[in-house]
């Protein structure tokens, strides 16, 4: 009866220092691995064109944590859903100075923040509002 209870007391151990690790480690993985999908609008200052259809975008925009507007560039890729005015566009279509808003996803690689842009609104000529400028 005392073999059994030592043998129970050292599985449990094992199980231990063998699930310790573990679970330490798919936390670690999980926090790098999840992308925060951000909401942004501002004003296109650069396009920076590989294919008309790819390349980085840098939009100036308000930041609320440092209560200024600050430029973000984030890459544009195939999947990126553009419009301009409602209608489906590509970058090549959009310009530079032009009011935009849309979301960007941010990962983290290497300890290093990466922006993708996952949609891209302008609007042209269908605004039924006025601006002051």
Do not use: W
Request: glycine share 10%; aromatic share 4%; proline share 2%.
């Amino acid at each position: 009866m005392r073999q059994t209870a030592e043998h129970a007391c050292r599985l449990t151990i094992l199980g231990f220092a063998l699930a310790a690790p573990l679970a330490l480690c798919a936390g670690c993985a999980e926090k790098e691995s999840q992308p925060e999908v951000i909401s942004l609008e501002g004003k296109i200052e650069k396009i920076e064109r590989q294919t008309d259809t790819t390349g980085k975008i840098t939009v100036v925009y308000y930041n609320e944590k440092q209560k200024q507007e600050v430029p973000g560039t984030g890459v544009v890729t195939k999947e990126t859903e553009i419009m301009i005015d409602g209608a489906v566009a590509t970058l090549k279509d959009l310009r530079e100075g032009e009011r935009v808003r849309g979301e960007v996803r941010v990962d983290k690689k290497d300890g290093k923040k990466v922006q993708t842009a996952l949609k891209i609104y302008a609007e042209r000529g269908k605004s039924g509002t006025t601006s002051g400028g």
